[in-house]
């Protein structure tokens, strides 16, 4: 692995001052703003990418769409992610997390906006599936800053021996907006329609636009900020070891994704599941998320073991799908065990989602200071080829293979990013 060095070659954008943009000095503490902005833009996020998903059900019946449909709106929103990651994050590498964030952020908020008055069923009329699938790729796109932008950030002013915890803590906010997402968005779909769901989403990033224009600044070794590590290797996208972190990274989100866009249809249609239990399962993945994030970071900062924590990751998680595929045989033909499905849900999305953190850190610091932005965007665009892909493959799969194949195709994934992890740094 890289060396870590401290020393002051996290510069800010040419136009910038040496520390900021204002030409003030903070203190090592301003390190917790920072990573509470992170927090905040990456959850405003995420309840878009993963709560629009949870309103599945709801989405179906209001833009009248089939599985085929729904599952190609869907897909769309993850498309936008994956095409826009990369270009964002080599913006950010030139640009300076600051900027990149304000500008994601807001356009982010002016398009939630604009789809809440214009892409919304109403008693005259209803959007086409077109219609919704553009405007929801275009939020995608634009969405696909918040990533690169936040994780840049963090890593510059964060040293190595918090970089894990402190990467993980900012992953927690993929499951928290994801969580609150879940358990607002549904219900709040159904009772006041989507014109609520977007609006509310459209004030959530506007919100952290502002936390960012305030408190996001370029840090310098005298207000605590830390290269993220030397610079000695080749670019990260001439870089081997990360195009395959990366890719096992992709790997592993395919079936994270699936519990994020389809277990609430999986619920409802094949166990007979409520709005309120499937909006509670897919709260307790997400709340079961961000408790294994902080104490994997945390974990893995003190023993220095990211590899083999995420190969233990890919392991579990391939063994917890496999239990929820054989799982679903059982219950269709013995229905006493319908209720265990909603458990074996919440385990197989808890563990194919308590890695992010410790992956992000480990290709953060394997891609150098002055490259984070770029490599941890590579990563998320195979993450939401994911979000772009697997929504249009489970229907097909459940034509051809029904429920069974489609957990069975995600213990696949799992275990196909077991072999890129056994390798060591």
């Not at 959850?43 to 949870?54: E, H, L, Q």
Request: net charge positive.
């Amino acid at each position: 692995m890289s060396a870590i060095v401290t020393r002051n070659d996290c510069q800010p954008p040419a136009g910038e001052s040496a520390s900021n943009p204002a030409g003030r000095a903070f203190g090592p503490n301003h390190r917790w703003k920072v990573l509470g902005i992170g927090v905040a833009a990456n959850a405003g996020f995420s309840a878009t990418f993963s709560g629009i998903p949870a309103t599945a059900v709801a989405m179906r019946q209001g833009y009248h769409l089939d599985n085929a449909a729904l599952g190609l709106a869907l897909g769309l929103l993850g498309l936008g992610v994956a095409l826009s990651e990369l270009p964002w994050g080599v913006l950010t590498d030139r640009w300076g997390d600051r900027r990149v964030l304000l500008t994601g952020l807001g356009a982010t908020a002016a398009w939630l906006l604009i789809m809440a008055m214009l892409v919304v069923p109403t008693k005259t009329a209803i959007p086409g599936v077109a219609l919704l699938s553009a405007s929801l790729l275009v939020a995608g796109l634009l969405g696909g800053s918040v990533n690169g932008s936040s994780g840049r950030a963090i890593m510059g002013w964060f040293g190595e021996g918090e970089r894990g915890f402190a990467m993980s803590i900012r992953q927690t906010a993929v499951p928290l907006g994801g969580g609150l997402g879940a358990l607002v968005l549904p219900s709040l779909a159904l009772a006041l329609g989507f014109t609520a769901v977007f609006g509310l989403l459209a004030a959530v990033s506007a919100l952290s636009a502002g936390f960012a224009w305030r408190w996001l600044h370029e840090p310098s070794v005298a207000s605590g900020g830390h290269a993220a590590a030397a610079t000695s290797g080749p670019a990260p996208l001439r870089n081997i070891e990360v195009w395959r972190i990366s890719t096992a990274i992709g790997l592993l989100c395919f079936p994270q994704v699936a519990v994020l866009t389809f277990a609430s249809v999986f619920l409802h249609d094949f166990a007979g599941m409520g709005t309120f239990v499937t909006s509670a399962s897919l709260a307790a993945v997400q709340t079961g998320a961000m408790a294994m994030r902080i104490w994997s970071g945390r974990f893995t900062d003190r023993h220095g073991n990211r590899r083999p924590f995420l190969k233990l990751c890919s392991a579990l998680s391939a063994f917890a799908f496999l239990v929820l595929w054989l799982l679903v045989i059982g219950a269709a033909g013995a229905p006493l065990l319908m209720p265990l499905l909603p458990l074996m849900v919440v385990v197989a999305g808890v563990s194919v989602s308590a890695w992010h953190g410790v992956a992000y850190t480990e290709l953060a610091t394997l891609a150098g200071a002055g490259h984070v932005g770029t490599a941890l965007s590579l990563a998320n665009s195979f993450v939401f080829v994911g979000f772009c892909l697997v929504p249009i493959a489970i229907p097909w799969l459940l034509v051809f293979f029904a429920w069974p194949g489609v957990w069975l195709a995600a213990a696949i994934c799992a275990a196909a990013a077991l072999p890129i992890f056994l390798r060591p740094a």
